[in-house]
């Protein structure tokens, strides 16, 4: 027995960037199995959802997600810049937290990403062993990655080890998948850093960290005697495609060309970098010339979970910093929060496009909504206009995890 979603308008995102009309999509257990001209795939006994008045999308690919402080939302507004490196990236009352709390926290931030349409998060936290079982239960593919700092003591490595050992580095036999996070350049020495990445090469595992978030952080590889952040990297052996780059928005202008010729990935997050620290990266510099993801970050400094409000901002600020409307076209960003994220993060081979042989990591927009019409141009729609309210159904690995808008019990 298969599940068919029928008649659909598809923003297949493959190599093309086809749109079909009137497409069947055949999807058997977690895969998409099939795809042709509309009522021809369906057989007796599957499951056929009608999307005749649907446009079906690869689900968001997010990035960066620190899911388990979800419910810091509204609690540091427009806050100084200073309030952020000098408080720890913490929050009133986050002592207060109990462990209850978090996983509260996280479970309910899940829900907001699969309601929004986001199928795969790259998150992060301190312990995360103990919180990824949830996000593993929530539906969602993931990489997961415990927070490594030694500023006021040896890295604890436990959780990381732990992780590895539950989920592995292989995202084709897990759908979370264990990746090591260092904090930042600041908050981690040289020596973690070097560690980080001989573990990480060791066992095929991405490296996910936050690179020049604040000036402050720049500052203090200074001291350490690096010309910069991307100095830094390349001492502990941190650049390349399996580096993932959270921000990176107090690079030198110097130092773009050297790390575009590195290769890093990026992790671009710009309401977050815009509301804390009123800035953003040259977007249009480095697509095409490193992987670039987007991501939300976390809800204190974004607040929005909102994929379809990134990509529109990311597109906006981008033709304003380029001082050119024709950059990062609307095609170009739905690849970025999509199959470039699933790139970012190792796993394009698995998810991020509408293809056969790919995994079922699928959105349907419901075109009935008014911003989905009139339908010129889905892609054009789906960057310029739609919003979370538009996600009808989403599915991951095969399974549908919302259905008509709201979290089925699957
Ligand atoms: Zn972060």
Same mark, same amino acid.
């Given at each position: 027995?298969?599940?068919?979603l029928t008649h659909a308008t598809v923003a297949t995102v493959d190599g093309q960037d086809r749109?079909?009309?009137?497409?069947?999509?055949?999807?058997? &257990?977690?895969?998409?199995? @099939?795809? #042709?001209? /509309? #009522?021809?795939?369906? +057989?007796? #006994?599957?499951?056929?959802?009608d999307c005749a008045d649907g446009l079906v999308m690869p689900g968001f690919v997010n990035t960066h997600t620190h899911a388990t402080l979800g419910l810091f939302r509204g609690l540091a507004d427009d806050k100084p810049r200073a309030f952020w490196p000098e408080g720890g990236y913490r929050v009133d009352g986050q002592d207060r937290f109990t462990r209850a709390? %978090? +996983?509260?926290?996280?479970?309910? *931030?899940?829900?907001?990403?699969?309601?929004? &349409?986001?199928?795969?998060?790259?998150?992060?936290?301190?312990?995360?062993?103990? $919180?990824?079982?949830?996000? +593993?239960?929530? !539906?969602?593919? =993931?990489?997961?990655?415990?927070?490594?700092?030694?500023?006021? !003591?040896?890295?604890?490595?436990g959780p990381t080890e732990r992780l590895i050992e539950r989920y592995g580095t292989d995202p084709a036999r897990s759908r979370l998948t264990a990746g090591i996070a260092p904090h930042a350049l600041d908050t981690c020495s040289d020596a973690l850093l070097k560690e980080c990445a001989t573990r990480a090469r060791h066992i095929g595992a991405r490296i996910y960290l936050h690179v020049a978030q604040c000036e402050a952080e720049v500052a203090a590889v200074r001291r350490r005697g690096h010309a910069g952040a991307l100095a830094c990297l390349r001492c502990a052996g941190l650049t390349g495609p399996d580096v993932i780059a959270a921000h990176a928005i107090y690079l030198d202008e110097s130092e773009h060309e050297g790390w575009c010729a590195d290769g890093t990935a990026i992790c671009h997050c710009p309401a977050s970098n815009l509301?804390? +620290? @009123?800035?953003?990266?040259?977007? *249009?510099? $480095?697509?095409?010339?490193?992987?670039?993801?987007?991501?939300?970050?976390?809800t204190a400094s974004n607040n929005s979970m909102d994929m379809f409000w990134e990509m529109r901002l990311a597109a906006l600020v981008a033709k304003m910093k380029a001082d050119d409307p024709e950059v990062?076209? =609307?095609?170009?960003?739905?690849?970025? =929060?999509?199959?470039? #994220?699933?790139?970012?993060? /190792?796993i394009d081979h698995i998810t991020?496009?509408?293809?056969?042989?790919?995994?079922?990591?699928?959105?349907?927009?419901?075109?009935?909504?008014?911003?989905?019409q009139p339908l010129h141009d889905p892609v054009s729609n789906i960057? %310029?206009? =739609?919003?979370?309210?538009?996600?009808?159904?989403?599915?991951?690995?095969? *399974?549908?995890?919302?259905?008509?808008?709201?979290?089925?019990?699957?």
């Open positions: 027995m298969a599940l068919v749109v079909l009309h009137d497409h069947d999509i055949r999807i058997a &257990g977690d895969s998409i199995t @099939a795809m #042709g001209a /509309g #009522g021809t795939l369906a +057989e007796p #006994g599957d499951t056929v959802i709390d %978090y +996983e509260r926290s996280l479970s309910e *931030a899940c829900s907001e990403f699969l309601l929004n &349409g986001v199928t795969t998060i790259a998150d992060r936290v301190a312990d995360m062993d103990l $919180f990824a079982p949830i996000i +593993e239960a929530s !539906g969602l593919r =993931a990489s997961v990655g415990s927070t490594l700092v030694d500023v006021s !003591g040896p890295a604890n490595w509301k804390i +620290e @009123a800035r953003t990266i040259p977007l *249009a510099r $480095f697509v095409d010339r490193v992987p670039v993801g987007l991501g939300t970050d976390w990062l076209p =609307a095609k170009r960003m739905l690849r970025l =929060a999509t199959i470039d #994220g699933a790139r970012v993060m /190792g991020g496009s509408v293809e056969v042989g790919k995994r079922a990591d699928l959105v349907v927009l419901d075109l009935t909504q008014r911003e989905m960057v %310029y206009s =739609a919003t979370p309210r538009s996600v009808r159904d989403v599915l991951v690995d095969g *399974a549908i995890r919302v259905r008509n808008g709201r979290l089925t019990a699957a």
